[in-house]
């Protein structure tokens, strides 16, 4: 997040689009709920259902799934030919200004409505209301990024604000809201397949011998290593031979997961580390049993990169350690004399080697938290990012083409297929479908079809009906909704018994390496 979750009130105007805040960000929709009832903020929601925002929303456009480039493009056409940019932002603190007016010049309401469905005159509106607003906030999630084209859906949302001038102030910004607790902490300690801590590339030799020398070691590689979207079809080809897997449950978030269980079987040595025998644990040659966030020290960073202190409440249960100690241990039995005395030990040692952390300290985040980068021990974190200059200079707009979901409808599989969250589940249910309350409030997988389609292919609310794509079929009863739009169900991913995964594609961004999970074709028929 460019921005913070409580400077989110401050803008006059919050776009949210790919993102169902109330059931995947409760906490952050509340702030985005209480702007638009009781301090007057505009509310433009971007979504294909009708979701709980759409309430507060003061406009309200559903597009066709995968067709993001295509309605950000318009507001930007329309933006641009009504010269409601912010030019003085757009000549001194970007470049390639030009190239996006020419590529966004046949993106006309009209062709944008052939395209996404939404009708002209909403795309006039929303690019108005957008623009209008004096401070103007942009929330997205995974609806944006999953996608062959998630990486061009971003590079268009940040095209909208640097066009607008919304970056660097409060109540502005390109906000992504993460999908888990820590997940930006992951990636800041270098759980990325191409960068170390901090996103210090693994390709510049300067990064590498920094490491080498903390480390006391020769010989690391300065080549980028796979994201797992490229492991799987490698250990299904038998390039790859084992694998280990922390805290994550492929088995059931994958996608195309019948090739998935496929690969895995093709394995010649699988470890597992979490703290629930999930269904990846249970094929595993070996399962390190870990502890959870309240069995450990250590720190978070959360979504708008606030790095906070969490305290051990409870001793892990049983045999299980905490992860640094698993990680460590192991380190040491392959001959490398990995030895800490403490997690703060660790920490000094991040500070120490990354740039944006340099001025944190268990210390300073004692009983508040500080947003990266923070580098110097003086220095009291940067809340809002971008405010004087960007990193490289000035900002790039990016002249982004429009390109159709990989996948698509046709007669035998007439019906598109989205997937997501519910509010009572998280994730691949590890944690929360082992809870008896969340488990009342949310049993069971379900189809959410609107009226029409229903009618049209003759089932009704209730019934068990079976789903199948390209790659595989699952059985799940069906919900007849309001929230559903025509030609598309949604199905949450949560249930490994009536996996969502199982029929999605596994078409990949080029860039980022994203499954597609927003987007492919299904069929239905009511189930024997």
Not at 249 to 267: A, F, G, K, R
Request: glycine share 8%; hydrophobic share 40%; with cysteine.
């Amino acid at each position: 997040m460019t921005n913070t979750i409580a400077d989110v009130e401050e803008a006059d105007v919050i776009l949210v689009t790919g993102s169902n805040t109330t059931e995947n960000h409760p906490v952050i929709s509340s702030f985005i709920k209480r702007a638009a009832s009781v301090k007057g903020t505009k509310l433009l929601l971007v979504d294909p259902r009708r979701i709980k925002l759409a309430d507060f929303a003061d406009k309200w456009l559903r597009p066709n799934l995968g067709t993001d480039v295509a309605w950000i493009n318009g507001l930007i056409h329309v933006i641009i030919k009504e010269e409601l940019y912010d030019k003085e932002f757009v000549e001194n603190r970007t470049q390639n200004f030009e190239a996006l007016k020419e590529m966004t010049g046949k993106f006309t309401p009209d062709y944008v409505s052939e395209i996404t469905g939404i009708p002209a005159k909403e795309i006039i509106e929303a690019a108005r209301l957008y623009a209008g607003g004096k401070n103007a906030a942009i929330l997205y999630c995974m609806g944006i990024t999953q996608h062959i084209s998630g990486t061009d859906n971003v590079k268009s949302l940040a095209n909208l604000a640097m066009i607008c001038g919304n970056l660097g102030r409060p109540g502005t910004g390109v906000n992504p809201l993460r999908g888990q607790n820590n997940v930006q902490g992951a990636c800041d300690m270098g759980g990325l397949p191409n960068v170390f801590t901090g996103y210090q590339p693994v390709t510049v030799a300067e990064n590498v011998k920094k490491m080498e020398k903390a480390w006391g070691v020769s010989g690391m590689s300065d080549k980028a290593g796979l994201p797992v979207t490229e492991m799987i079809p490698k250990v299904h080809s038998g390039e790859i031979k084992a694998l280990y897997i922390i805290g994550e449950n492929p088995l059931v978030s994958d996608p195309d997961l019948n090739h998935v269980e496929d690969s895995l079987d093709h394995l010649d040595f699988m470890v597992v580390q979490d703290i629930f025998m999930t269904e990846t644990a249970s094929r595993a040659d070996v399962v390190l049993p870990a502890s959870c966030f309240a069995e450990k020290d250590g720190t978070f960073s959360n979504t708008e990169r606030r790095v906070q202190r969490v305290r051990r409440a409870v001793n892990p249960p049983g045999a299980a350690r905490e992860d640094w100690l698993i990680t460590a241990g192991i380190a040491r039995r392959m001959g490398y004399p990995m030895i800490y005395e403490n997690p703060g030990e660790i920490f000094d040692e991040i500070a120490s080697l990354t740039p944006s952390y340099a001025g944190l300290s268990y210390e300073r985040i004692e009983h508040e938290g500080l947003h990266w980068p923070c580098p110097q021990p003086d220095h009291p974190g940067t809340p809002i990012l971008h405010t004087q200059a960007f990193p490289i200079g000035k900002g790039v707009l990016h002249a982004v083409e429009y390109i159709p979901p990989a996948e698509q409808v046709n007669d035998e599989y007439p019906l598109y297929l989205t997937t997501g969250r519910v509010l009572y589940q998280y994730h691949t249910g590890t944690m929360t479908r082992k809870t008896e309350g969340l488990n009342e409030r949310a049993p069971e997988s379900f189809v959410e079809i609107s009226p029409a389609d229903a009618e049209k292919f003759g089932l009704t609310d209730g019934d068990k009906i079976r789903i199948a794509s390209r790659r595989g079929e699952i059985v799940a009863k069906m919900t007849v909704s309001d929230k559903a739009v025509d030609g598309t169900v949604f199905i949450p991913f949560h249930y490994a018994e009536a996996a969502a995964n199982r029929l999605t594609n596994a078409a990949l961004d080029p860039i980022s390496k994203i499954p597609e999970y927003k987007v492919c074709a299904v069929k239905l028929s009511r189930a024997a």
